[in-house]
């Protein structure tokens, strides 16, 4: 055991060894054919985390050693076809350098090595107000910055961390076809319309895994929920009952846009299905003794319809921007009725600005960014015993959350200190992200940061926010980019 | 001459004796020019003896001999003088080599249209805007800072339609760190278009569209894909639409007015600034206040070999060849709005191309916060665009070039670039 640890950490040393060569000797320059027609671009990137806070599901200490690589191939063929590649792999050597993570194999098995294909699509253009884009990609609808109201169409992977990743780093891409049409007669408004079809791919939202640096709570009430069942001789029986990959499970949407009055519009509607499960009472059973029956339960993803509509529009100094989602038969758990499920349409709004705001003899020529957004999720037929899962807490009719982002930039941008704040007013608890990003001439990034969880309240395990207290840590990230 | 690319151009000073290369090439036009042989070969007419009773053709100026040329402080700003003292500032001027002064003339279509608004064109005493004005420049003999103004804002500074296909921003930092940015750029007016059909202005042009702009970058990755779409209106009131495509959250936000006095990823350049100044002159808020005639020593119409020396992936200093006294209006703008990043602009305008060659940009306490410097490459038929601009931020000491190597000049090419759509797919 001894020695197959130590030799994990002589791959891990190794590993690190050829990654820091590879940071010192990668070609300056992204590589470009003569006249640009071939592109590849991407860079080398190291990450580690600290975890601040010990918990039994995750550890403090050294928790993440990310070793990542992201290349992008572009390649165009033709005014009217081009190809667009993106290839990632990624090693965290965590697991195998320290003991702690080595004995977390689910954690391990998921996260220790990636290769991924994440985008592979060609863009056709067979006549100039017409685009194709058929593919592995990501589409990313609203006007909203890290919470999600109409952008529902690629699910999220939060196993690394959520927005102290970079935005589409974390959405998983799908095969599908989006198309895009340029509507002639409203040319001069930018009038246009978008379709997205996910002909078959089902994926769903993947969290944090217990054992990994960013494992949170489990929630309790199902835990609970479970005990009663084995206290009660009763043997809780649980399917995932994903949808097959098939024509019947795709997702299809559309999108309008149009700029009017100088306000941009657009109106979306998508037909998918939740990307979060649901579980069902699906029924008793035969179980084998000593149980007397089986409790069977299943967590399905069901359908559902989403419409909204998203605005911007600029007055001078500040952009007003706003989002709006309503899902019509929403389904949430509810324990207390006969199929553990409720439904209730859902309404998911967001008000927001961003302003660019100048402080005479502060950071000359350099404004500051400043953006705020207010998010209000309203269920239109609430019940006091709605439960959010995966999270478990108690869903209120009236759930908000205001955020603000500011950011600026000394010295030619080479150092930008940046802080997001998001703080749940319903429960009372909060998330701040500072960081600071250097640059170093034209490859060279870093960033430094931390992302703190805390709130109010008796039980903050399980609320938004809070819930990740135990995941409390600071990360220093190193970009070498070709 | 309807398609002028800079190729072309380089062809056509091949063919003239200045072949396409290096450094060695470079200095070998210079030869020529020193020696005076060069130009009337180009069909690029000289001023004769413009300029020299201050200083001669085939004078060389360089950090140790400038103070035996005391009329430099007349034909040089204060900045750009300071410049030749070794060390006084951190981008210290290469040695000048003073070449004859040489005739620029517009183009055919140009001049036409300024012999025809010769006399015609006049200014509303209310809101001085143009009358009877539809392309070109339209004072021939301006005689006010208005006039000139007018002049300088209507020049035909790109052509009717072009796109740089690379414009390198080299910024160093002030502690003189280099980073480059490849970028895209296409322009194309839609009103006051002198050369390429529709002429002088789109007829379907409901919105009264000034130009559109779509600017992309392309390297590196942290920057790339990035790109901008800017619609001027005509309309004075009305302010410019901007959008920005951030491809990092795959997500088209709306620009503010705010963000285009901010500096471009880091670089000296802000979007008002770009091209000498885009920032709308509403006779307004933003007023020509003052003009006098003068003449300025200036690399501004450089061989138009650029490539060879400008673009070293390790320059961190322009050898500019080739520096010339030209006649220039020097402008005065203020901007009397104190929220706006400068208080005053002074540009120093040619008078024969009304291109802008430099200009200094003061902030709301009156202190010199930027300069720019201007170098523009030109053709025998008045083809011309910009080669380099040296810019400088004379408070937070740093500094950014941008690079321009490949232009296509008058090609026309689909009004789609300037849709929200393309943003997307500008680059990636």
Known sequence: MVAKRYSRKMNAGLILGVCLVAFFFTPSAAYSSGNDEFRVIGYLQHRSEFGLADAEYNPDGYTMAEFLMNIE????????????????????????????????????????????????????????????????????????????????INPLDTRWGYLSRD?????????????????????????????????????VNQYPIDGSAWAMAPPDFFNEQMQNLLAAGLLPVVIDEKREQDKDNGQIGGKFTINEFGIDLSLNYLYGYSQ????????????????????????????????????????????????????????????????WVEESDYLKAMLGFDWNLRFPGFNKGRTIFISGQYFLNHVMDHN??????????????DEQVA???????????????????????????????????????????????????????????????????KADSAYVQIRRMF | MDKITRRDALKVLGAAGLAVGGVSTKISGVDKLLNGGGLDSLGIGMHESYGADLIKPGTVINSGNYKGFPQLKKLLPDHLYLRLKKGATRSDLPEINVVPTRKLQLSE???????????????????????????????SDPKNAVEVCHNFICRKWDADAFHFINVTFRVLDRLNRQKDMGSLLW???????????????????????????????????????????????????????????????????????????????????????????????????????????????????PDFNMD??????????????????????????????????????????????????????????????????????????GGHNWVTVDIEDWINGSKTYLLCKDADYNTNFSDKVFSKSSLKKAVR
């Open chain 1, 276 to 339: 979060d499960p649901v579980i069902y009472f699906a029924g008793m059973g035969a179980a084998p003794p000593p149980f007397l029956a089986s409790y069977n339960l299943k967590q399905e993803y069901p359908r559902r319809h989403i419409a909204g509509l998203t605005f911007n529009k600029d007055f001078g100094m500040v952009v007003a921007r706003g989002e709006f989602a309503y899902t019509f038969d929403n389904q949430f758990q509810n324990l207390t009725k006969p199929d």
């Open chain 2, 109 to 139: 279509s140009e001049q036409k249209w300024k012999d025809k608004n010769n006399g015609t064109v006049t200014i509303d005493p209310e809101t001085k805007r143009l009358v009877n004005w539809q392309a070109g420049v339209p004072f």
């Open chain 1, 403 to 469: 955020t603000l982002l500011m950011n600026t930039g000394f010295m030619s941008d080479t150092i930008i200190p940046e802080i997001f704040v998001a703080y749940d007013v319903s429960y009372q608890s909060w998330w701040i992200n500072p960081k600071l990003k250097l640059q170093h001439g034209s490859y060279w990034r870093f960033e430094l940061g931390a992302n703190i969880f805390d709130g109010d309240g008796d039980d903050t395990q399980h609320v938004p926010f809070a819930m990740m207290d």
């Open chain 2, 187 to 301: 322009q194309k007016p839609f009103k006051g278009r002198t050369t390429i059909p529709p002429v002088p202005e789109y007829p379907d042009n409901p919105d009264n569209v000034l130009w559109k702009q779509m600017f992309a970058f392309k390297t590196p990755y942290d920057v790339a894909g990035n790109s901008i779409l800017r619609i001027r209106y005509d309309s004075y009131e009305k302010e410019d639409d901007m959008w920005a495509y951030i491809p990092a959250m795959r997500r088209i936000r709306r620009y503010t007015g705010a963000d285009v006095q901010d500096p471009m990823f880091g670089s000296d350049n802000t979007f008002d600034d770009f091209a000498h100044w885009l920032q709308k002159i509403d006779f307004k808020s933003v007023v020509p206040t003052k003009v006098e005639e003068g003449q300025l020593l200036t690399h501004g119409y």
């Open chain 1, 73 to 152: 191939i572009n390649y165009d063929y033709s005014e009217k076809l081009n190809f667009h590649q993106i290839v990632r792999a990624r090693y965290d050597g965590i697991y195998d350098w320290r003991n702690y993570f080595e004995d977390q194999s689910m954690a391990s098995d998921q996260l220790k090595n990636e290769l991924e294909l994440r985008e592979l699509y060609l863009n056709y253009a067979p006549i100039e107000d017409l685009n194709f884009r058929i593919g592995k990609q990501v589409v990313i609808w609203g006007e909203s910055d890290g919470l999600r109201l109409m952008d529902m």
């Open chain 2, 308 to 381: 060879g020396h400008n673009v070293k992936s390790d320059a961190r200093v322009l050898l500019y060849p080739i520096w010339e006294i030209r006649p220039v209006y020097i402008l005065t703008v203020e901007i009397n709005d104190p929220t706006y990043m400068y208080s005053k602009r002074i540009t120093w305008i040619d008078k024969e191309t009304n291109l802008g060659l430099y200009m200094e940009n003061y902030d709301q306490k009156g202190n010199l916060f930027r300069s720019w410097t201007s170098a523009y490459w030109w053709t025998p038929e």
């Open chain 1, 167 to 203: 935005f589409e780093d974390t959405r998983t891409p799908l095969t599908m076809v989006r198309v895009n049409y340029n509507i002639p007669f409203l040319e001069d408004n930018f009038g246009g319309l978008e379709l997205v079809w996910v002909p078959t791919q089902f994926e």
């Open chain 1, 384 to 397: 006091d015993d709605m439960i959010n899962l995966p999270y478990g807490y108690t869903v209120k009719e």
